[in-house]
T-cell receptor, first 114, second 106 residues
Framework: DAMVIQNPRYQVTQFGKPVTLSCSQT?????MYWYQQKSSQAPKLLFH???????NEADTPDNFQSRRPNTSFCFLDIRSPGLGDAAMYLC?????????????FGPGTRLTVL | SQQGEEDPQALSIQEGENATMNCSYK?????LQWYRQNSGRGLVHLIL?????REKHSGRLRVTLDTSKKSSSLLITASRAADTASYFC??????FGAGTRLTVKP
C-alpha cells in the first residue's frame, strides 16, 4: 500500500545532541512537509519541499533544518535539541501544493529530549 | 501561527448522538480541510471543501462552509465509540486550529 513512513517512531536524545528524523513516501508526491506538534496543541508547519524547492516558515527556529535528497525521502535535522523541542514530529505529503489538495500523514516520531 | 480556531475544545457525547464542531479562520481561503487524529497518531484527512462550495457530505460526515463568516462546521451523525479522536480544521495554507477533542461513550 502506498504510504508515508516515519522512522523511528520514538526517539530519545540528549540536550544539545544532534538528531535526525526520517520520512519516506511511496506515493510519489511532489510535496513533503514537516510539522511539530506539542501535547494537546495543533500541528505547526515547520517547512515544506515542493520537489526540490525548500520553503521555510518564518517562525521556524534555525535549529531545525531539512534535507530532501530525492522524491521519496525527507529528513528533519535538529542541530542542538533543547527541552522545548520535545514533541511529536509529523511528516506529510501532498500531490500538489499547499492550497490545493489533501495531505497524507505519517504516524509521527515522538522525540524526547533528556 | 494558527489560522483556524475550533470550538468546543472538548465534546463528550453518547454513542448514536450527533457531534458538531465549529471552526473559524481569519484570512481568505481557497479551501478548508478537516482532519482526524487518534491519540498519539498521525492525522487522517476527512474532507476538503472549496471556497465556492457551501456544503459537502462524506458518509456520516457533513461539512458546511460560510466564507462570509469565515467559519466551517463538521457534523458527525450517529456517532460511534471509534469516532473518539481529536478533530482539526486546516486552511489551504495548512494552518491548523487547536482542535476539538471528541469523546464518544459506548
Amino acid at each position: 500500500d502506498a504510504m508515508v513512513i516515519q522512522n523511528p517512531r520514538y526517539q530519545v536524545t540528549q540536550f544539545g545532541k544532534p538528531v535526525t528524523l526520517s520520512c519516506s513516501q511511496t506515493l510519489n508526491h511532489n510535496v513533503m512537509y514537516w510539522y511539530q506538534q506539542k501535547s494537546s496543541q495543533a500541528p505547526k508547519l515547520l517547512f515544506h519541499y515542493y520537489d526540490k524547492d525548500f520553503n521555510n516558515e518564518a517562525d521556524t527556529p534555525d535549529n531545525f533544518q531539512s534535507r530532501r535528497p530525492n522524491t521519496s525521502f525527507c529528513f528533519l535535522d535538529i542541530r542542538s535539541p533543547g527541552l522545548g523541542d520535545a514533541a511529536m514530529y509529523l511528516c506529510a505529503t501532498s500531490r500538489d501544493g499547499l492550497v490545493t489538495g489533501e495531505q497524507f500523514f505519517g504516524p509521527g516520531t515522538r522525540l524526547t529530549v533528556l | 501561527s494558527q489560522q483556524g480556531e475550533e470550538d468546543p475544545q472538548a465534546l463528550s457525547i453518547q454513542e448514536g448522538e450527533n457531534a458538531t464542531m465549529n471552526c473559524s479562520y481569519k484570512t481568505s481561503i481557497n479551501n478548508l480541510q478537516w482532519y482526524r487524529q487518534n491519540s498519539g497518531r498521525g492525522l487522517v484527512h476527512l474532507i476538503l471543501i472549496r471556497s465556492n462550495e457551501r456544503e459537502k457530505h462524506s458518509g456520516r460526515l457533513r461539512v458546511t462552509l460560510d466564507t462570509s463568516k469565515k467559519s466551517s462546521s463538521l457534523l458527525i451523525t450517529a456517532s460511534r465509540a471509534a469516532d473518539t479522536a481529536s478533530y482539526f480544521c486546516a486552511t489551504g495554507d495548512m494552518r491548523f486550529g487547536a482542535g476539538t477533542r471528541l469523546t464518544v461513550k459506548p
